[in-house]
Each structure stands twice: as structure tokens, then as C-alpha cells.
């Protein structure tokens, strides 16, 4: 059986439950705060041990130590890792704050007579949920550093016979 | 849609089991710990042999440069298999340690409105696209125009 719209199940609830709800709602809503910095603070150290690995690899390649800097590939590939996987992390932690946030946001509109329906449910979802993902997911590429020095990579790796 | 994480089984045993969610979470780590600290074994590992390459290389050798440089690179695609258990691994602790949250509701159960929210990872709609994304990374090599194979 679907699941009744938000709207109607706030609107259906006596005013106790509805003062339970919201109770609980906005210690959720805090837990999920304390989450999201928790996430965002993570994905700072990441990235910041992300760009310590990347001047690493492009210091090893200015100084021609090429096979130091494909050495470092798989840390740094790591490290990718980590941030795709706390991206989406932090994507779930969020939705779970939006949602909670939504809750309260709605039962406060009914309390006030607002009247709501899908449409305006919908135009209350943030785009950035949606979207904010898939660019930086699909355009990850862990070796786009290297590509830079292709040149240079190739030349030092050339099959036997042609480097000599 | 249901994201394919979200019919993995053990996730679904996980949601019910309340009491049990702290040791399974331990265990979780754990098991990333581990995996984390062989793919770190692996990369020091490969500073070692990149150095052998850098010797080779000032002493002129750079026939044996060469070699010890593809050897390197075999380490590197070596490394793959555990990479891609410890993705696994990490999206199943973090998704765990999320759900242990007070409150936490599933993206399957939230209202409609919320349906087509991008969870990154999580949303990849069968577990092969994500094996497609990491193979995609796989070959540092291959990026550059050079076959090892």
C-alpha cells in the first residue's frame, strides 16, 4: 500500500502527536546537523591529504622521478576512494536532515493553515540534492594528473628496442 | 528506485538487529582497518621499487629500468582486488555507522518528493556499475598510452 503524503499524515495527527513529532523531528534534525559537520569536517582532511599526494606526484615528475610518482598512484587512489565514499555518505546524512527539516517546515505551515500538495512539497526539495552527486562521482578520474606528463611518462616507459 | 546497496541483505538484517548494530559496526571497521592498512603496506611497498627504478636510471641502466618499472606497474593493477573490497567495505561501515543514528529513516521510505536524490555511490543501481567506475581507474598506464599486457 503507498505511503500516505507527508502533508496528510501531519495533518491527520492529533495536536498531541503532533507536538511528539515535532520533538522528536528536531532532536533528529540535531543528531544529523552534528552528522553532516562531522562528514564535512572528514572530507576536509581528505582533500587536503589529496592535494599533499598530488604535489608529491608533480614534484616527483618535475624531477623526472617518474616511477616515484606512479608509486604514489595508489595512495592517492586511496584517498579518492575515501572521498567518493564520504560524498555519499554525506549525501544520505543529509537527505535524513532535509527530511527532518521538511517535517518540521511542514507541520508549521499546517499549524499556520498553509495548505500543501505534492507540487509544493516537491518545489520545497532542494536541486542541489538531486544534482549535487553525479558530476563529481562520474567525473572522477584517479590518473588525470598523469595525463598531464603523458609526454614524458611515455618516453621513459617506451617498449624495448625503441628507448635505446 | 532502490538502489542496489539498499537490497544488499545484510543491510536489511543490520536495520532490525538494534542491539547488535554496535559489535557489527566494530567488526565493519575493523575489516577496513585491515584492508587499509595492506592497500598502505602496498604503496610503500611500491616507493621501494620506485626507488630501484630511480637507481637503475642514474646509473644508466635503462634497460633494467625499464623492466623494474613494469614490474611496478604490475604492482600497482595487483593492488586492484583489495581496492575494490575495501570500497565495498567502506560504503557498508559508513552506511552502517549512518543507520545507527537515532532517527535515521531510509532513502526507500522517505516521501515521494524526495525520490530522485543522488547518493553518490549509493545510488548506482547494480553493484557492477560500481565495479565499472573503479575499473575505469585502473590501469594508471593505460591512461598514458603504454601496455604492459
Redesign the interface.
Known sequence: MA?K??WQEIEEMSPRERVNSVK??N??LT??MT?TSESVDKLSVIRKAIKKSEKKIIDALERD????A??????L??LR??E??????L???R??R???K?VLDVTRGIEANVKYD?ES??S??PED??????N??EA????DI??N??GK??E???P?GD?? | MIPWFYSIEGLRKFQKQKRKQEKKIHEQRDNVNQQRMILNEKADALKISAKEVSRRVNRGDKHRATEAMMSLAFDLQNAEPVLTNYVNNLLLLRVYEIMHLEGYVDPTTLPEAMADIDYGLYSLSTEDELRDLLRQATDPLAIIGIDVK
Not at chain 1, 65 to 68: N, T
Not at chain 1, 70 to 75: A, Q, V
Not at chain 1, 129 to 134: D, E
Open positions: 505511503r503524503p507527508l522528536q523531528h532532536q533528529n543528531r544529523f552528522a622521478k617518474q616511477a616515484e606512479i608509486s604514489e598512484i595508489l595512495r587512489r586511496v576512494v575515501d567518493m565514499v564520504e560524498l555519499s555518505a549525501s544520505l546524512i537527505s535524513n532535509f527530511y527532518n521538511l505534492a512539497i516537491q520545497m526539495v540534492l538531486n544534482q549535487l552527486l553525479s563529481s562521482v572522477t578520474d584517479f590518473y598523469l595525463s606528463y603523458k611518462i611515455r621513459f616507459v617506451q624495448e628507448s635505446e
